[in-house]
């Protein structure tokens, strides 16, 4: 990872293999005193040039030389018990082929055809060349080892994008806190915990139950189908007798725990509650078995706001964000220049030969690195900024062929929530849904938002937190 802290400037260590400055320009590496970062964040005129060039292109003249897909995992089972969450409801919830939020059968299938669509993709790109055992030598798979669900997830992706190769994914055992995915609990990072309360009460004006009116119609659809009524009845039906109304209790910010790094009361209980529903759909669960009947797609879409509250508020706020997500931003950028220059880089990914770089984690995770970069996007069916099931930010290390120059190219890629239902399969025809991703102080004004590597890496030393990376690779 990039240890500001440690190496000042970005100035590269001899363990970095990175004694001189490399300069990367025309595709080759030109040797020079000083860090490879700084001098990637200088040159400002070349880059003027480049993006001139970059937004005038009617063709893509660029190669791919690596992608980082950063994703979450597959379709699983309701992180609550049935026996819990059916104190929140009428109607008991139905079951799913596993329990404890592990990857169900049809959430594997869809991580399997979703990576053989990341195969013919990348195929048709000449990363991958068919040869799965050979090409698994480029391919680097990590997962948060923190359960099943994750790796189980990169596992099946890895099944559908490598299906000849033995399965080769990297994760930390349960017992311990992988620093790329959990850097508070690894104790590479420190979160204030005073901070991160003040951070979010900052955004919400010190009312944090505002947004209990601001939501309000989110919250009484929810209510509505916990309880079983029209959302439109009036007036609204008293709480069942015995019942828990999660949507009455109060919204509050106190200091959160290992899983969340504010509590946010009612919000979080809210969104407990709701969990499953998101999944009954994805899973192909029978559509009386979706919200009991209750919920189409877009009433999916709909109460889907409150977990995207949730997520942004605990992991988009920029303290939380600087210090939870900079380690792993930290990776992702030392990959790419290490992939560039051709020079082993401690704090990279794989190594200066690999290809492919898959990332499994949470949607706290990509929420987080989201949030570092100022990253949105949005695609049909789904609430602005969704981390969908399976959906990832991908990161395109690409090369001009006619300037040399390495540019980064983002996007977020997820199945349609008719996609993982039917576990459609996908092809190039019939691909994924996917839309370009803007990278702020970055970006040239081009179709596909392309940012040159070395603003890229100027971007990134402004955005991450010194004290929270180390260079373990």
């Not at 949607?363 to 609430?383: D, E, K, M, R, S």
Request: charged share 15%; glycine share 8%; hydrophobic share 45%.
């Amino acid at each position: 990872m990039i240890a500001f802290c440690r190496l000042p400037d970005w100035q590269a260590t001899e363990n970095d293999g990175l004694r001189h400055h490399q300069v990367l320009r025309a595709g080759k590496v030109s040797m020079k005193t000083n860090s490879v970062f700084s001098t990637l964040a200088l040159g400002l005129a070349p880059l003027v040039v480049l993006a001139a060039a970059l937004s005038a292109q009617p063709v893509d003249n660029t190669q791919l030389k690596q992608v980082i897909v950063f994703a979450r995992h597959g379709v699983r089972s309701a992180v609550l018990p049935n026996s819990t969450l059916n104190n929140f409801s009428v109607q008991p919830f139905p079951e799913f082929s596993s329990s404890d939020a592990n990857l169900t059968a049809n959430g594997a299938t869809n991580e399997t055809i979703l990576g053989g669509y990341y195969r013919l993709w990348l195929t048709q790109e000449k990363l991958l060349t068919g040869n799965d055992p050979a090409d698994a030598a480029f391919v680097y798979f990590r997962a948060n080892g923190a359960g099943p669900l994750i790796v189980d997830t990169a596992k099946a992706l890895w099944a559908g994008m490598l299906p000849a190769a033995s399965v080769n994914v990297n994760f930390y055992p349960p017992q311990e806190s992988d620093p790329l995915f959990l850097p508070v609990q690894a104790g590479v990072a420190r979160l204030d915990e005073r901070m991160a309360v003040a951070a979010v009460e900052g955004r919400l004006g010190g009312n944090a139950q505002s947004l209990a009116s601001a939501y309000a119609p989110e919250l009484a659809l929810t209510r509505s189908v916990l309880f079983g009524y029209p959302v439109s009845e009036t007036p609204t039906p008293a709480t069942p007798a015995g019942k828990v109304d999660v949507t009455a209790i109060p919204i509050g910010v106190t200091a959160g725990n290992s899983t969340l790094p504010v509590d946010l009361g009612g919000l979080a209980a809210v969104n407990g509650a709701i969990d499953a529903f998101a999944f009954e759909y994805a899973d192909g669960l029978p559509t009386s078995e979706v919200g009991w009947g209750q919920l189409s797609v877009g009433g999916i879409s709909q109460i889907s706001r409150l977990l995207s509250l949730l997520l942004d508020l605990e992991f988009r706020t920029p303290y939380l964000a600087r210090v939870q997500s900079s380690n792993v931003a930290s990776h992702v950028v030392r990959s790419m220049v290490q992939a560039a220059t051709g020079n082993a880089m401690t704090g990279a990914l794989g190594n200066p030969s690999s290809k492919v770089i898959v990332l499994m984690a949470s949607n706290t995770n990509v929420t987080g690195l989201a949030g570092l970069f100022h990253l949105g996007w949005i695609l049909p069916g789904y609430q602005a900024d969704v981390c969908a099931p399976g959906g990832a930010a991908v990161f395109e290390l690409r090369q001009s062929q006619s300037t040399g120059e390495y540019i980064v190219r983002a996007s977020y890629v997820s199945q349609t929530m008719d996609q993982l239902r039917n576990r459609t399969p996908l092809t190039l025809d019939a691909p994924p849904a996917s839309a370009p991703v803007f990278i702020p102080g970055c970006s040239v004004r081009n179709a596909t938002f392309d940012c040159p590597l070395a603003k890229f890496v100027a971007v990134a030393k402004q955005v991450i937190d010194p004290l929270s990376v180390d260079l373990t690779n």
